[in-house]
């Protein structure tokens, strides 16, 4: 096997990490620059399908191809910015973003966010929206089952 044929191998396995399909145990301990290496490449994926690329387009493009896309969608980004504004309960809003948590609270998830480095709002729900365009509905369906109520579990389901 050549060099790039063996590139080309492990960017297809990479991807089928970030699809979910390969679950191959990695071959050694990463290290810390690795592990960030790695983060960055599946993140680059996951915003490669929010953007619309599908999974043969992404593994087509190869790493850098991949991520100088990635980059230049970026550098594009620059639109109008828009609020988006939901009323939650105030637990549920205490659990996302809290100023004064209790002792026995568990830590806020805007806390687990930036420590992962989503430090924007852009970053966090770009990080949301490639999940749910990379599962298919049947999977979604399936992680939500315990959390929705029964007249919503169907997919497409009217409220």
């Not at 490449?41 to 490669?48: C, E, N, P, V």
């Not at 043969?56 to 980004?77: C, N, W």
């Not at 990080?127 to 365009?133: C, D, E, K, L, T």
């Amino acid at each position: 096997m050549t060099l790039k044929e063996t590139q080309a191998a492990t960017w297809r396995i990479i991807v089928g990490i970030a699809y979910g399909t390969v679950d191959r145990p990695l071959p050694h301990e990463l290290t810390d620059a690795e592990t960030r290496s790695l983060d960055r490449k599946l993140s680059a994926i996951r915003l490669a399908a929010t953007l619309g690329l599908n999974r043969s387009d992404i593994e087509g493009l190869g790493q850098s191809g991949l991520l100088s896309y990635v980059a230049k969608a970026r550098s594009k980004a620059a639109e109008p910015r828009k609020r988006l504004t939901w009323m939650v309960s105030a637990s549920l809003a205490d659990a996302i973003q809290s100023d004064n948590p209790s002792p026995d609270a568990e830590e806020p998830l805007v806390t687990r966010f930036y420590r992962l480095g989503l430090r924007t709002s852009d970053d966090m729900w770009t990080f949301i929206h490639s999940w749910f365009a990379l599962e298919p509905d049947e999977v979604l369906q399936h992680h939500m089952a315990e959390f929705v109520p029964k007249r919503f579990k169907k997919v497409g389901a009217k409220r």
